[in-house]
Structures are given as structure tokens and as C-alpha cells.
């Protein structure tokens, strides 16, 4: 069974929670890494918590706050993860098609719930083409 790690801050739970309900009835076992309150906190933790998950299993992630900004920040010093802040399905599909993005980064605040499920849908749909870009990936990381 395909597994998704889900992480929000608290601008994002509900989104976050219709969203795990969307996947469940795809058959996708869904990885919570929390907030599941309501109350303020700090979405460059949940961020990291993801991404550490990510990169250990090889699995997708999907990450929301407000903006979804901060979020696709703190997920891309990780050099292991390519964030990718969607608003369209066009996005989600061309971050999967060329950038092999493993984490959809989402704005609880900018988008609306069905065009989220949409835009969650067409990440998954899609898979990487390599060939050139792969080589532009190559090109991504700096030197250590
Ligand atoms: C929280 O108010 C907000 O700043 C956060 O969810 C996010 O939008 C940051 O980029």
C-alpha cells in the first residue's frame, strides 16, 4: 500500500484532515505528523519532522501552512527534498513531470479545499520523465 507523510501547522489542520480523509479513500495509508491543534505554532518544526520522514523512506509528503511559503522554505534546505508550492494542477503535474518533487507544499489561506484535493490528485497521478531533467536536478545542490 503507497503511503503519504502529511504535516501542518495549525493554519492548515482542517485542510490537512480532509485532505488524510481524500487519501484514505484512495487506499493510501496516510502518515500524520501533526499539529492536530488549533493552536499557534511553528511551522518550520513540522516541516523538518516531514522531510526527515521523506528522506528516510523514500515516500511522498504533503505540507501545508498559511501561505504555504514558509513550509516550502524549511523543506528545501533539505537536500534531499525537492518542495514544490502548488496552486493549480498544472503546477502539482509539472513538479512531478520535471522537477520529481516528493513534497506538495499547500496554502490553507489561498486555496480552497476542492481545488486542493485537485491539485493533491494530480501529484500523484504523475511520475518523473528523467532524461534532461534529471541532469538539471543534478544541478540543483550545492557542494557541501
Ligand atoms: C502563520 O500565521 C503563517 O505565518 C504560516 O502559516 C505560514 O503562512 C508561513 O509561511
Redesign the pocket.
Known amino acids: 500500500m503507497q503511503s503519504i507523510h502529511l504535516a501542518s501547522?495549525h493554519?492548515g489542520v482542517d485542510l490537512k484532515t480532509t485532505l488524510a480523509e481524500h487519501l484514505g479513500k484512495m487506499g493510501i495509508n496516510v502518515i500524520n505528523h501533526g499539529t492536530d491543534s488549533r493552536d499557534s505554532c511553528d511551522?518550520p518544526v513540522l516541516a523538518h519532522k516531514l522531510c526527515a520522514a521523506v528522506e528516510a523512506s523514500g515516500e511522498l509528503g504533503i505540507l501545508i501552512?498559511?501561505?504555504?511559503?514558509?513550509?516550502s522554505i524549511a523543506a528545501n534546505r533539505h537536500s534531499g527534498i525537492r518542495a514544490a508550492l502548488c496552486t493549480t494542477e498544472l503546477h502539482a503535474r509539472m513538479s512531478r513531470l520535471h522537477n520529481n518533487a516528493n513534497v506538495l507544499c499547500l496554502?490553507a489561506?489561498v486555496t480552497g479545499v476542492e481545488l486542493a484535493k485537485a491539485i493533491v490528485d494530480a501529484f500523484l497521478e504523475n511520475s518523473f520523465e528523467g532524461g534532461r531533467h534529471q541532469r538539471r536536478l543534478d544541478m540543483i545542490n550545492l557542494p557541501a
Open positions: 501547522d493554519t511551522y501552512c498559511g501561505t504555504g511559503i514558509g513550509v496554502g489561506r
